[in-house]
């Protein structure tokens, strides 16, 4: 089993429709946990920090369930420029702490 | 504010030939991470620093080495280049090692090997 499992997609979405992605993450004790977005052909940028509140940046709202272990990200009103892939980040606190990624779900907003 | 810089930004290799890959942060951050990313495998991490003076070997670190020239810097060669390590690589810098913060990435290098 994957650390950090997610469904690559790709989400077809129509703009202003609200999507969700779901991650799951096999390591109970992990600690921190992000979402990224990945642009074609560029390098990964954090998105949002997800909390065990949860929590909000504008139209994006990340939450955490720690007992089921997944972690979720839903963006409302979907723009043409958040086609992207978004890649579920885990700390698992493992030997050395390394940040472990999901392979990304692919969204793809269209007109 | 650059924040981390990756050098060069493409390069096709002949099999065999060697060659270093460059990275500088000016972030002041402790923690250094070398990945490669392949369609359909996600970001792999080949080697990592935790802080100045210290290596450590990722989930593939076959075929390369690392060098922590100081706290900006870190580089990773291939000593012999093969097609398997036609892949896009990415140079990550962290304030800790704990990756509580996240890692910030560099725009990548496109390496082909022929």
């Known amino acids: 089993r994957k650390e950090v499992e997610q469904d690559p997609g790709p989400f077809n979405v129509p703009e202003g429709a609200t999507v969700a992605f779901n991650c799951t993450y096999s390591n109970s004790a992990s600690q921190s946990f992000f979402w990224y977005r990945q642009d074609c052909r560029k390098e990964p940028k954090l998105l949002m920090s997800?909390?065990?509140s949860g929590n909000e940046d504008g139209r994006f709202t990340a939450q955490l369930n720690r007992a089921s272990q997944y972690i979720s990200l839903l963006i409302r009103d979907s723009k043409l420029s958040d086609s992207a892939t978004y890649l579920c980040v885990v700390n698992p606190r493992g030997a050395g702490n390394m940040l472990t990624f999901g392979g990304g779900t692919r969204l793809m907003v269209k007109p | 504010n650059a924040g981390v810089t990756q050098t060069p930004k493409f390069q096709v290799l002949k099999t065999g030939q060697s060659m270093t890959l460059q990275c500088a942060q000016d972030m002041n951050h402790n923690s250094m991470y070398w990945y490669r990313q392949d369609p359909g495998m996600g970001l792999r991490l080949i080697y990592y620093?935790?802080?100045?003076?210290?290596?450590d070997k990722g989930e593939v670190p076959n075929g390369y080495n690392v060098s922590r020239l100081n706290k900006r810097e870190f580089s990773l060669r291939l000593e012999s280049a093969a097609p398997s390590q036609t892949s896009v690589y990415f140079c990550?810098?962290?304030?800790?090692?704990?990756?509580?913060?996240?890692?910030?990435f560099g725009s990548g290098t496109r390496l082909t090997v022929v």
């Open positions: 990550a810098s962290s304030e800790t090692n704990t990756g509580a913060y996240g890692y910030t």
């Open positions: 620093s935790a802080s100045e003076g210290t290596t």
């Open positions: 997800v909390y065990s």
